[in-house]
């Protein structure tokens, strides 16, 4: 199987949305294997990219502060670079559904940017692209695969699929090699905590650190699959050295489905701070909601050999304490941008 220690050892590699939550955690196990990484991310106010996250490599990455959507800046930069992941994006469900058209443009307009500037500037890189399980919709059946239906129930997944059929049609039409992994809920060190618009967990975590309330929607039977930063680290790496998967998506979810109400349940014992309470949907949450869903990981853990290794009360519990340690660095205006 795939070995990424080889693989990346002396590579050039680009991140887009590197100083984000998934992004630097990449950042930082791509510096530790030797790659020459350049990181771009457009600090916009409210997005999750921080400078706090790649501290531990702050001298080992190049940082190049740009929106992806500017041509001419992608243009200059793909040059060069053997692998692309590709993480920049909006993925607020309810900011979508605010402001459709920023959404279109950072989830589809600037996708396109980046691979006619890969096609025209640099043919020969490869491109993981960060998709979301969003694209599913309401699951016809439990875990989803990929051969299920894509029916976005809001704005952000509408765009994030068409953001992921660009990549997979410049693999299929113009040769620029790229795949799609669909993402369940991600969680751990260096995600967004501050604001609660780019999901719950992130947000569970800061309300149980807090000593706080943590709102359970409805009865909280919903299901969810999570996966450790550390495991969609492992993902993107094993994707981004692997032509086996080009031309495709795959689901990367975990292995312990759990509902909301045991979810919360657990944050309060491994804080030992936080209380839980169940209260009525808002209605904008209520009408894109997509109820339990839990993925099928089988056809990207065949291919490249890849699963989850961390459990989940583990997970969270190193999160809890990471959290301890750098908690002002994510909660303070002044450093989260």
Known sequence: MIDPAAHYRGRRVMITGGLGFIGSNLAIRLAGLGAEVLLVDSLIPGSGGNLANIEPVKDQVRLNVADIRQASTMNYLVRGQDVIFNLAGQVSHIDSMRDP????????????????????????TKVVFAGTRQVYGKPDHLPVSEDHLVRPTDVN????????????????????????????????????IRHNRQGFIGWFVRLALDGGEIQIFGDGSQVRDFVHVDDAVDAFLR?????????????????????????????????????????????????IDIGSF?????RFRARTGWAPAVRLREGLAATLDYYRVHYHAYVDEVTDA
């Open 239 to 287: 994707a981004g050295a692997s032509d086996a998967v080009n031309g495709e998506v795959f689901n990367v979810g975990g292995d312990e489905p759990i509902s909301h109400a045991e979810l919360v349940r657990l944050l309060v014992e491994l804080s030992g701070r936080g209380t839980c309470r169940f209260v009525e949907w808002p209605a904008e949450k209520k009408a």
């Open 294 to 298: 839990y993925a099928d990981s089988s």
């Open 157 to 192: 997944g509408i765009n994030k699929v068409a953001g992921e059929y660009y990549h997979l049609v410049y693999n299929n039409v113009f040769g620029v090699r790229a795949c799609s992994l669909r993402l369940t809920n991600v969680y751990g060190p260096r995600q967004l």
């Open 101 to 124: 058209h920023t959404d279109l443009e950072v989830n589809c307009q600037a996708q396109l940017t980046l691979l006619e500037a890969c096609r025209h500037h640099n043919p020969g």
